[in-house]
């Protein structure tokens, strides 16, 4: 195709009657330059390039406007700015969100640019000491950088830029949005309030994708709604997650009193997807009514199988002021069982106990919940301005119909957990080898952050009795970015109990791959007993072959889900939500996997 850098390409539509661009054109300049046009509009006007037609990913400048004509504005786009390659373009007004050209008449120039290309440096690592952390006196588990991509290296990840409309489009960044893996594949959803960060895109959820070995990017993936549309209007709020048997999920909610009073519950497959694939669908599993006073629905959270019918779903509203009154707020509860639906709300104390200054706690917080079981939950809050609160990680029973109950907090643990936690946001919790760990975001110096992971004797433990087992990107730290989060996963490498992998995931700050190494030296029924027992599931029991001495079961994420005790070849597990767990045998080093049906 002959380079359009020797045409005059000139684009000159009308928009739809309520946008207010009503011309755009490009034309090339000399020395390899082109200038961009548009009339009709005054205020400020952005000129967006991509790489990608959809704009998933774009590059966002503004545009000058003429000191003789308001509402002409221009751009002169020089090979110094940007790096070789073919781009689509469009001028907008995210104030308005007008913008030409028309969607379907967006087009590509192919450009000779000289800028060079920022290839983000994959080969670096963590370089902090991690200790060897024994749990017993014959378990040895060592965590070892494999890469790490961090925004204090310069090498970080695609930042994600929250409503691009407002006046503090670039520090609104993305909060955080969860990580999975599936087929050695990162999954991250991008963007927050109008999903894919830009005004025109508010209905679609977009997957950023990484490679597990590298670190290397790919390109977004699109989930379209059921019926291969968008989703709908002032209600995206994607949080993904993944249920207790592994099922990938996410939730549409409320996101102001425009909005219909409601929150959705999607899932997403993505078993089978490969790094060419362009979209997905999602399947819609349950929409539930808001209850009075749920004005903004914040981030909702899964607890049990959704493939069950039988869960329970979290939330506390979003948005809620945090001031030197020390206001509470509400924290809401929904059990799910079928098309049964049963609400209960329980009101959080006063939270002048949060921290020492109260006087550090004025604005919105933008509150998480992790549940611990039906009862049981931790709560941290984000940041909604780079100034916001931010509350210290608190672990908390919930009261039906009273106010939750602070069973531990900051105050009573001593250094384990300080008191506010600079643009940190979020509790991870999972297992390696039957150990309890806990991860959440710590403040380092020069108001860097890193990762702290605690070992835990349970997860509903007071904070004392927390032991401090590794503190990732200690080293130089993650980022000083105001808007982090906390997403810990252990990806067990094999059924043996040997270790696997941990992967971290902190939104604006870092991401990043570590090998777990598990060395057990125990001696005795472990290397005597038979490891060739078959083991099958049928009609709700496990059967064996021979006789064992009971099992452990775990779900897929390493967590210790059931077990069985006693000597013999039939045990019922017919109160199991169905699901994929691993099966190990007690006395065994062999697991087996199983898929437990209704």
Same mark, same amino acid.
């Given at each position: ?98 913008? !030409?050209?028309?969607?379907?008449? $967006?087009?590509?120039? /192919?450009?000779? +640019? =000289? ?6 440096? &994959? ?109 709908? !209007?002032?209600?995206?709020?994607? $949080?993904?997650?993944? /249920?207790?048997? +592994? =099922? ?6 409320? &996101? ?343």
């Amino acid at each position: 195709m002959k380079k359009l850098s020797f045409l005059v390409l000139s684009i000159v539509m009308s928009l739809l009657s309520n946008a207010a661009i009503t011309q755009a054109n490009m034309s090339p300049s000399t020395n390899g330059s082109y200038v961009f046009t548009c009339y009709g509009e005054d205020g400020q006007i952005s000129l967006q390039l991509s790489l990608y037609p959809d704009f998933s990913r774009a590059t966002t400048a503004k545009m000058i406007q003429a000191s003789d004509n308001r509402l002409r504005h221009t751009m002169t786009l020089k090979p110094s700015h940007l790096t070789s390659g073919r781009y689509y373009w469009r001028v907008i007004n995210f104030a308005t969100g007008s913008y !030409a050209p028309q969607k379907d008449k $967006w087009t590509y120039f /192919d450009f000779t +640019g =000289t800028a060079k290309e920022n290839i983000p440096d &994959l080969t670096l690592k963590d370089e902090t000491a991690h200790e060897t952390f024994k749990p017993d006196t014959d378990t040895d588990i060592n965590i070892t950088s494999l890469w790490l991509r961090s925004f204090n290296l310069g090498n970080n990840i695609f930042k994600s830029i929250d409503h691009p409309n407002s006046n503090n489009a670039q520090i609104n960044e993305t909060y955080n949005h969860g990580a999975v893996v599936r087929n050695g594949i990162i999954y991250i959803n991008r963007g927050s309030l109008s999903t894919s960060g830009w005004v025109l895109d508010k209905t679609r959820v977009w997957l950023e994708r990484y490679d597990l070995k590298t670190g290397k990017e790919h390109k977004l993936l699109l989930v379209r709604a059921p019926g291969g549309g968008d989703y709908p !209007a002032k209600e995206v709020m994607p $949080w993904i997650r993944e /249920d207790a048997d +592994g =099922t990938i999920y996410f939730t549409t909610s409320r &996101l102001n009193n425009g909005a219909p009073r409601r929150v959705t519950i999607y899932t997403i497959d993505l078993d089978g997807i490969t790094a060419d694939t362009d979209e997905v669908t999602a399947r819609e599993i349950k929409t539930l009514t808001m209850p009075e006073g749920f004005d903004q629905g914040g981030f909702f959270t899964v607890d049990g199988s959704i493939a069950s019918g039988e869960y329970t779903l979290w939330s506390i509203p979003e948005n809620f002021y945090v001031d030197t009154k020390a206001t509470g707020f509400t924290v809401h509860r929904w059990n799910i069982k079928g098309s049964s639906v049963k609400h209960a709300k329980a009101s959080m104390p006063d939270i002048k106990w949060l921290t020492p200054d109260l006087n550090d706690f004025n604005g919105f917080g933008l509150a998480r919940v992790y549940p611990v079981d039906d009862e049981y939950f931790y709560m941290h809050t984000g940041r909604t301005a780079p100034a916001g609160p931010t509350m210290s990680v608190m672990l908390c029973r919930f009261i039906d119909g009273g106010e939750c109950e602070v069973i531990s907090s900051f105050d009573d643990s001593g250094d384990a957990v300080p008191p506010t936690a600079h643009g940190s946001a979020g509790i991870s919790m999972f297992e390696i080898s039957g150990n309890r760990f806990i991860a959440y975001g710590v403040a380092k110096e020069k108001d860097n952050t890193v990762m702290q992971i605690m070992a835990t004797p349970s997860y509903t433990s007071n904070f004392r009795e927390h032991r401090t087992v590794w503190r990732l990107c200690d080293d130089k730290g993650m980022s000083t970015n105001a808007f982090q989060g906390c997403d810990v996963k252990y990806l067990p490498g094999s059924t043996d109990g040997k270790g696997g992998m941990l992967l971290l995931y902190a939104p604006n700050a870092a991401l990043g791959l570590y090998n777990v190494d598990v060395d057990s030296r125990s001696t005795g029924i472990e290397a005597t007993q038979a490891d060739t027992a078959v083991i099958r599931y049928c009609a709700g029991s496990i059967i064996a072959d021979r006789e064992i001495d009971g099992f452990t079961m775990y779900d897929l994420g390493g967590h210790a889900v059931a077990s069985r005790t006693g000597r013999g070849t039939h045990f019922d597990i017919s109160d199991m939500a169905p699901g994929i767990y691993i099966i190990r045998t007690n006395g065994s080093l062999t697991s087996v996997k199983i898929i437990v049906t209704r």
